[in-house]
């Protein structure tokens, strides 16, 4: 079964800061990944998805970025963290394109920006 | 656009009672799915169930059941017999078409349950 790991598990940044979220995958190829962001006491909010490697599609204006230089790895970026980008960061994947399926999530990071 | 809506910020209940929590969603779409996710207080989202908009069966699956009425769009979570272990913040969940043909999830607000013991 596939497996999903984020790092780190938790991050505390300064304001004006760059970051870099790593998500990769095991025992899956070809997966759509998805990287989602949960506020304090809020819902999930989908930020990024791939299908592949290279194609990424945005959800929300943001000074985020992502990128997926391989098939297994899904990266979330900024080059200046602002406060509002606090947050629980997911990873999520599911296997099939072309119809819907489910999506399982990895563990999470934890991102405070100070 | 799509939305999901979690009416119940927070329930407490105690040990072995039964709850219920309530999830109603709006679409345009004629086909979809809809989900429910728990989240425990180590973060981890972990997949429960998943429905096809055209199976409006009711499921079962031990101490949980489901109640999808696309009648009045609604895919309601009961826990019978709740247990300390259920406490954790649920969510709900409807799915869309992406660009790609991929699936996109919109997900409610959450609802904080917990089992008093």
């Known amino acids: 079964s596939q497996t999903i790991h984020q790092w780190p598990a938790t991050l505390v940044q300064p304001v004006g800061s760059p970051l870099s979220l790593e998500c990769t995958v095991e025992g899956t190829s070809n997966p759509n990944l998805y990287w989602y962001r949960q506020a304090a006491g809020r819902g999930l909010q989908l930020l990024f998805y791939?299908?592949?490697?290279?194609?990424i599609s945005s959800e929300v204006p943001q000074n985020l970025s992502a990128s997926r230089p391989q098939d297994r790895q899904f990266i979330l970026s900024s080059k200046k963290l602002l406060l509002s980008d606090s947050g629980f960061y997911l990873c999520?994947?599911?296997?099939?394109?072309?119809?819907?399926?489910?999506?399982?999530f990895g563990p999470g990071t934890r991102l405070t920006v100070l | 656009a799509q939305k999901v809506t979690q009416a119940q910020t927070e329930i407490s209940v105690v040990e072995k009672e039964d709850v219920t929590l309530d999830c109603v969603y709006e679409?345009?779409?004629?086909?979809?799915?809809l989900f429910w996710y728990k989240q425990p207080p180590s973060g981890e989202l972990v997949f429960l169930i998943r429905r096809n908009s055209f199976d409006e069966q009711n499921e079962i699956s031990g101490r949980y059941s489901w109640n999808f009425q696309k009648s009045t769009s609604s895919f309601n979570f009961t826990i019978t017999a709740s247990q300390v272990v259920d406490s954790a913040v649920y969510f709900c969940?409807?799915?869309?078409?992406?660009?790609?043909?991929?699936?996109?999830?919109?997900f409610g607000t959450g609802t904080r349950l917990t089992i008093i013991p």
């Open positions: 679409t345009r779409d004629t086909t979809y799915y």
């Open positions: 791939s299908v592949g490697i290279g194609q």
């Open positions: 969940a409807l799915s869309e078409v992406g660009n790609f043909g991929n699936e996109k999830l919109t």
């Open positions: 999520a994947l599911d296997l099939t394109s072309g119809y819907t399926d489910t999506q399982y």
